[in-house]
């Protein structure tokens, strides 16, 4: 299985980034699909979950309203539209898929079934 995060980068604070995760090695229809972050020295965080069939999303409290989580599962990918960016963003971002049949919020990082390596986003001031 492998998930490859790309899209981060360098952006000014009010700014827009749009992360992708593609997905392979699994049946990506079947899994809820998360974005994580960690910012140094502190622990990985829950930003963003997606059901199976798109129908339901979840988000942290500090990014509802400036990140959008959608799938496309035709192409086996999951994005992460984040606008409004604030330094307070600045962290390595990661995908996550987890075999939850029904989201009805977010799960602890350790319950994840499959991890990609992360991408930067660094929000300047």
């Known amino acids: 299985v492998q998930l490859q995060a790309s899209g981060g980068g360098l952006v000014q604070a009010g700014g827009s980034l749009r992360l992708s995760c593609a997905a392979s090695g699994l049946t990506f229809r079947l899994y809820a699909m998360n974005w994580f972050r960690q910012a140094p020295g502190k622990e990985r965080e829950f930003v963003a979950v997606?059901?199976?069939?798109?129908?339901?999303?979840f988000y942290t409290d500090s990014v509802k309203g400036r990140f959008t989580i959608s799938r496309d599962n035709a192409r086996n990918t999951v994005y992460l539209q984040m606008d409004s960016l604030k330094p307070e963003d600045t962290a390595t971002y990661y995908c996550a898929a987890d075999k939850r049949t029904v989201v009805v919020g977010s799960l602890r990082s350790s319950e994840m079934d499959y991890w990609g390596k992360g991408t930067q986003v660094t929000v300047s001031s």
């Open positions: 997606i059901s199976r069939s798109s129908s339901r999303t």
